[in-house]
Structures are given as C-alpha cells and as structure tokens.
T-cell receptor, first 115, second 114 residues
Framework: EADIYQTPRYLVIGTGKKITLECSQTMGHDKMYWYQQDPGMELHLIHY???????EKGDLSSESTVSRIRTEHFPLTLESARPSHTSQYLCASSDETPTSYNEQFFGPGTRLTVL | KNEVEQSPQNLTAQEGEFITINCSYS?????LHWLQQHPGGGIVSLFMLSSGKKKHGRLIATINIQEKHSSLHITASHPRDSAVYICAVRSSVYSGGGADGLTFGKGTHLIIQP
C-alpha cells in the first residue's frame, strides 16, 4: 500500500485567499509530482520535483507554486485563489532514477472549490 | 504530442460479465500504466507494463507495442469493480529532464450492476 498523504481532502474557500495543499510520502522517493484534474477530464502534470531544492513546471500551465525543502514533503501553494482554480489536485511520487523508470504512487487527492 | 484514447468512455455491465477496456496511443512509449480511480478521487496503480501481458487476480492487462494498443480485462466482474479506469503512458523519449510525467487518457467509467 502506498504511503502518500494529502491534506486537506476537501477545501471550499473564497476568492483571493492564499491556500497550501500538503503532500507527504514516507517511501523516501526522490521524484514527486502534482497533477490537476478537472471534473470528467484527464489528469495533467502541473509541477514535478527530482529531489530536494528541485522544482519544475509541468505540461499544463498553472498559477500555483511548489517547494521541496524536505524529501518527504511537496506542498503546493496558490497565493490568491480564483474560481478557475476549482479542480482536483493529485500528488504522486516514484523512486524513478535517470536509469530506471518505476511506477508512480498516488495520494488520495484534494478537491478544491473556490467560490 | 502523445495522444491517449480510451474506449469505451462509459460501460455498464452485469455482475459476472467479462469486461474489456481499450487504450490506444500515438507515439513510442517506455511504459503504460492502468490506474483505477474511485469516486472519492484517489488513484490506485493496477499495472505498469512495457510488453506482453500481466495478471493480478481477476485483472489482466495486455499491450501490443507494434499496434500501440493496450487492453485491460476484468473477469467475473463485481460491483466493487465500479470505478474509472485510466490508461496513462510514458513517452520513450526520456532525457532525464523536461516535463516527463505521464500522459493520461480521459478514463473509462465502469459500472457493474448486481
């Protein structure tokens, strides 16, 4: 069973608020990802990290930012939430290396609603 | 850009039926994933494969690299199998840099009725 956690699971917040979505994994994985999934649509990569102090933007442009100060922790922040940010956000991790690709383990997701 | 197409989009079947979900992709890949997403939103990885066939319990996944096609089969389907099944692929162009996450299909929404 994957040990990757996301909090909160559900968040309803007003426009303009700053929010941070938490993601933690206890597997010691270096590679971590954030995906965004709109209702009924496919997942899109918005951020990823190769390890501590490494963050990169994904395929889908996002106004969110991420940080990776510790291996196990990969939080996502929205400085000023807007209704267009309403979506589900999924965090994942893998023990992928430059010479070995391995499966990703997904967290339970955070369903964000911005009013 | 790699496109991932799944069919059918929606499938309703009776308990006990044999289920097949298909996935086609457009470019070379290094790996293909089958994922299961329950109504709560969390995703579970069912299979990762790059060739041949894998089996786990009542689930079987096959891939044909030449035809760029994969299938997920469920034998003796059960209402607890009701979920969205997602196909995702990893491009074979892996440079160790760049946006190298997975490309996802839209998913197949499966309902198994008792």
């Amino acid at each position: 069973e994957a040990d990757i956690y996301q909090t909160p699971r559900y968040l309803v917040i007003g426009t303009g608020k700053k929010i941070t979505l938490e993601c933690s994994q206890t597997m010691g994985h270096d590679k971590m990802y954030w995906y965004q999934q709109d209702p009924g649509m496919e997942l899109h990569l918005i951020h990823y990290s190769y390890g501590v102090n490494s963050t990169e933007k994904g395929d889908l442009s996002s106004e969110s930012t991420v940080s990776r100060i510790r291996t196990e922790h990969f939080p996502l922040t929205l400085e000023s939430a807007r209704p267009s940010h309403t979506s589900q956000y999924l965090c994942a991790s893998s023990d992928e290396t430059p010479t070995s690709y391995n499966e990703q383990f997904f967290g339970p997701g955070t369903r964000l609603t911005v009013l | 850009k790699n496109e991932v197409e799944q069919s059918p989009q929606n499938l309703t079947a009776q308990e006990g039926e044999f289920i097949t979900i298909n996935c086609s992709y457009s470019v070379g890949i290094s790996a293909l994933h089958w994922l299961q997403q329950h109504p709560g939103g969390g995703i579970v990885s069912l299979f990762m494969l790059s060739s041949g066939k894998k089996k786990h319990g009542r689930l079987i996944a096959t891939i044909n690299i030449q035809e760029k096609h994969s299938s997920l089969h469920i034998t003796a389907s059960h209402p607890r199998d009701s979920a969205v099944y997602i196909c995702a692929v990893r491009s074979s162009v892996y440079s160790g840099g760049g946006a190298d996450g997975l490309t996802f299909g839209k998913g197949t929404h499966l309902i198994i009725q008792p």
